[in-house]
Nanobody, 123 residues
Framework: QLQLVESGGGQVQPGGSLRLSCAASGSIHSIHVMGWYRETPGKQRELVAE???????KYADLVKGRFTVSRDSAKNTVYLQMNSLRPEDTAVYYC?????????????????WGQGTQVTVSS
């Protein structure tokens, strides 16, 4: 019904930048929220940033001023621009959406997750 494909992860030096992308596809009626979470061993998956239909953005305190989340509604794609990266930003980053999809004769709203992309910040 809905698939999320992430790209843009990789390895950068401290202070460097990366731009993550996440594209949604499938039998989509509407997308309500798109955002990014991250996860490291021994730590619960946590919200990094998200953007809702009206354009309101929310950021974790640790990334405010460094990360920017944006959305291209026409392409059903969300981006995460990450600047001034720190070693503690190293994690697997997951794209997440809350969306309504077509189910032949009715609509269904649910949460969907991308496959995850590795971000490593080291010298």
């Amino acid at each position: 019904q809905l698939q999320l494909v992430e790209s843009g992860g990789g390895q950068v030096q401290p202070g460097g930048s990366l731009r993550l992308s996440c594209a949604a596809s499938g039998s989509i009626h509407s997308i309500h929220v798109m955002g990014w979470y991250r996860e490291t061993p021994g730590k619960q998956r946590e919200l990094v940033a998200e953007i809702v239909e009206g354009g309101t953005r929310k950021y974790a305190d640790l990334v405010k001023g460094r990360f920017t989340v944006s959305r291209d509604s026409a392409k059903n794609t969300v981006y995460l621009q990450m600047n001034s990266l720190r070693p503690e930003d190293t994690a697997v980053y997951y794209c997440k959406t809350t969306a309504t999809v077509y189910r032949v004769t009715y609509l269904e709203t649910d949460n969907y997750w991308g496959q995850g992309t590795q971000v490593t910040v080291s010298s």
